[in-house]
T-cell receptor
């Protein structure tokens, strides 16, 4: 079954500290993975996708097929990074399956 | 110039009532979706339409009926509302690329509260 697991509901770090939001997936085919972000009072939006292999707002995510993971990382967290982050899996069709989300809180 | 817009943003109603949420996108996308976000922030797909045809219909009670009059609109009608229907409903759209959905563009959400 296709599944996306984000084990942490809440992650709290200090400003300037490294941050890693974990995401594991279960999928039998070739996955297409995304990170979406929802800032306070804003709509959910794409942060990055694995096929782009780019860094957005200092965030990167590497697809590890061996560990079936797509963790989101940033070396130095900023207060404006505080938001709800969703890992998502494209199922090869039109369905995008979301994880339960992790709320990141960056403390001053 | 809002890309995906939903109305209403807030809806408070009594159990047993029927209500609709409307969604419009001006991005020229060919696929539209309804997602439900529950109180724990879990986001679950409900329906998807591609070029006005229903392509995804998850295990959703048949009290929920989507309607797509054209590619730019996807409405959600809910009959006989129940307490458990209280949630935030998100509309989204995407443009198919090589048989796969592109980036999802979301509306702001419609918060439904059933009393």
């Amino acid at each position: 079954a296709q599944r996306v697991t984000q084990p942490e509901k809440l992650l709290s770090v200090f400003k300037g500290a490294p941050v890693e939001l974990k995401c594991n997936y279960s999928y039998s085919g070739s996955p297409e993975l995304f990170w979406y972000v929802q800032y306070s009072r804003q709509r959910l939006q794409l942060l990055l996708r694995h096929i782009s292999r780019e860094s957005i707002k200092g965030f990167t995510a590497d697809l590890n097929k061996g560990e079936t993971s797509f963790h989101l990382k940033k070396p130095f967290a900023q207060e404006e990074d505080s938001a709800m982050y969703y890992c998502a899996l494209g199922d090869g069709g039109f369905k995008t399956i979301f994880g339960a989300g992790t709320r990141l809180f960056v403390k001053a | 110039d809002t890309a995906v817009s939903q109305t209403p943003k807030y809806l408070v109603t009594q159990m047993g009532n029927d209500k609709s949420i409307k969604c419009e996108q001006n991005l020229g996308h060919d696929t539209m979706y309804w997602y439900k976000q529950d109180s724990k922030k879990f986001l679950k797909i409900m329906f998807s339409y591609n070029n006005k045809e229903l392509i995804i219909n998850e295990t959703v009670p048949n009290r929920f009926s989507p309607k797509s009059p054209d590619k730019a609109h996807l409405n959600l009608h809910i009959n006989s509302l129940e307490l458990g229907d209280s949630a935030v409903y998100f509309c989204a759209s995407s443009q198919e690329r090589g048989g796969r959905p592109g980036e999802l563009f979301f509306g702001e959400g419609s918060r439904l509260t059933v009393l």
